[in-house]
C-alpha cells in the first residue's frame, strides 16, 4: 500500500499565531496552553476569512471527550468560528498544532489513533463502501528547538490506519 | 467513540398501542406501490408519520429516548419506502429527472438507517439500497454541480446554540430524542462552483433535457427501458456488466470530440475511431426477487 506523508519545514509557530492582533486575550491564552491545538487556515482562496474545516466543530467536542487528559483549543476568537463547505465527499480533517519532546513523545501516535477512530464514526457508519479520500495536516513543533514540520496526509483512510509516525523521525535532518 | 446503533424491533417500542400493525402497513405501502396505487400510499405512510409522531411523543414523555430514537428511524423507513413510490410514480410519467431526485432521497433514508440499525438489512434495508443504486447506474448524469462556501454562522438544530459553543455538546448526524442534530447555516458566503464527480448531494444536476416524445433515443433511454423491462416495482434485480463487440460502422458519424463508445473517457478521434470493432460495455440485468415481506 503506497502510503504518503509528506513532512516539511513550517513556519507556522505559536508566537506567530499569538501575533495576530485580531485575537482577543483569551484567544491567545488558548494558543499558548493548549497541548493540542485546532487552527484555521489563514486564508481561503481571494477572501480574508480565517476558515476550518466543516466538520470541526464536531471534531473538536469528540477530541476533548476522548483525549481529555490533554488540553485542547480552539485558535479563534469565541462567536466568530467560521468553517469552510466543499464540494465532495472527501474528509477534510482540521488542521492541527501540537508542541512536542520528539524523544519522550507519546502524543502523535495517540492523535493519528484519534482521528482513525474519529473517521470510522464520523463516516463509515452510514457512506457507501467507496472509500472517501483523507486530507489532513498536522503540525509539529518541536518545544527544546521550537523548529515546525508540518505533516501532511492526503489519501485513502486504509492508509491512514497503516500510518506509523516516529517524532523521533521528524526532526532527522 | 462508541456508536449507538438501535433494533427498530425493539420490544420496547411494541409497549406502545400506535406500534401494533405497523408491520403489516409498511407491508400494505410495498404491496400497493408494486400495484401503483400510488395515492394511497402516499395517505397510508402520512397516517403511518402521525402514528410515528405519537410514538415520538409518548417516549418523550416517558423519558424513553432509545424508543424516541426508534421512531425516527421507523420515519425514515417510512420516507424510504414513500421515495421508490414518488420514484416509479416519476418513472411511468416518464419525468426522469424528478425521479433522480427521488431516487437520491430514497437513498439518503437507507444510509440513514444503515448507520443506525444494528442489523443493517433490517426491513430489506440493504436491499433497497442497492435496488436504487443499480437505478442510478441507468440515469446519464456523470458530473455534479457542488458550491464552496465560507459558513459564518451556523447553529445546532437541537439546542439552537453554535456548535462551537461549550454549552453544545451535540454532535451533527447522531440522534437525540427522536431528532437527529444537524447544523443549520444561518449566515454564509459563497466562494466558488466547481464541477465534480463524488459530490456530497448528487440532486444538483447539470440539466440534460427530457424530451418525452423521443424518450427512446435520447439520453433518458436506458433508465427508461430499465423500468419498462422490470415492469413492476420492488422486482429487485442485479446488473451483469459484460462487453459487446460492435462493428464500427454501427456508431455511424459517432462525434470524434465525444467520449469513445468503449467507455475509456478518452475522445473518440484518440481511441477506436479506427478500429473495425469496437468493444463497448454492456448491462445484463437479471431479476432476482420481488421484495414483498417485511419481517418482524
Known sequence: MNVSLKISNSDLTREKLLAISEFTEKTKAKIQNSDILLVPKMQVRDSSHRCFSAPTSDFYKLMKSDMSQYNIGLCENEGEEKTLTLHCIEIWIPDILVSIDPVKDVMLPALVSFIVNYISYKYFQSKDTDEPDVHLKIYVENKKTKVTKSLEYNGKYSGLKALKINAKDIFKE | ?296
Open chain 2, 1 to 296: 467513540m462508541l456508536f449507538h446503533k438501535y433494533d427498530i424491533l425493539d420490544i420496547d417500542a411494541s409497549k406502545y398501542s400506535d406500534y401494533a400493525d405497523f408491520v403489516s402497513q409498511l407491508n400494505s405501502c410495498i404491496q400497493k406501490t408494486s400495484k401503483r396505487n400510488y395515492d394511497e400510499v402516499y395517505s397510508e405512510i402520512k397516517i403511518m408519520q402521525k402514528k410515528c409522531d405519537l410514538i415520538k411523543q409518548a417516549a418523550i414523555r416517558n423519558n424513553d429516548e432509545n424508543t424516541a430514537n426508534i421512531s425516527f428511524l421507523l420515519n425514515e423507513y417510512l420516507v424510504l419506502l414513500q421515495s421508490i413510490a414518488r420514484f416509479w410514480q416519476s418513472c411511468d410519467s416518464l419525468d426522469y429527472p424528478s425521479a433522480w431526485s427521488f431516487l437520491q432521497d430514497g437513498l439518503d433514508s437507507a444510509r440513514v438507517l444503515g448507520k443506525f440499525l444494528s442489523e443493517p438489512n433490517t426491513h430489506h434495508i440493504l436491499d433497497l439500497k442497492a435496488y436504487l443504486q443499480n437505478f442510478e447506474k441507468f440515469f446519464p448524469y456523470a458530473y455534479f454541480c457542488s458550491i464552496e462556501a465560507v459558513v459564518k454562522k451556523k447553529e445546532c438544530s437541537i439546542c439552537k446554540r453554535s456548535p462551537f459553543d461549550p454549552a453544545c455538546n451535540h454532535i451533527a448526524g447522531n440522534l437525540y430524542y427522536g431528532e437527529m442534530a444537524v447544523n443549520v447555516v444561518t449566515d454564509m458566503e459563497f466562494v466558488a462552483a466547481a464541477l465534480v464527480r463524488n459530490p456530497d448531494d448528487k440532486r444538483c444536476i447539470i440539466e440534460i433535457k427530457c424530451d418525452k416524445q423521443n424518450i427512446q433515443s435520447g439520453p433518458f433511454k436506458l433508465i427508461h427501458q430499465t423500468t419498462k423491462s422490470l415492469v413492476v416495482p420492488y422486482l429487485l434485480f442485479e446488473i451483469i456488466l459484460t462487453k459487446r463487440r460492435m462493428s464500427r460502422s454501427f456508431y455511424g458519424n459517432w462525434p470524434s470530440d465525444s467520449p469513445c463508445p468503449c467507455g475509456s473517457d478518452k475522445k473518440f478521434k484518440e481511441c477506436c475511431s479506427d478500429k473495425e470493432e469496437i468493444e463497448n460495455p454492456h448491462y445484463l440485468i437479471k431479476a432476482s426477487k420481488q421484495l414483498a415481506l417485511v419481517q418482524m
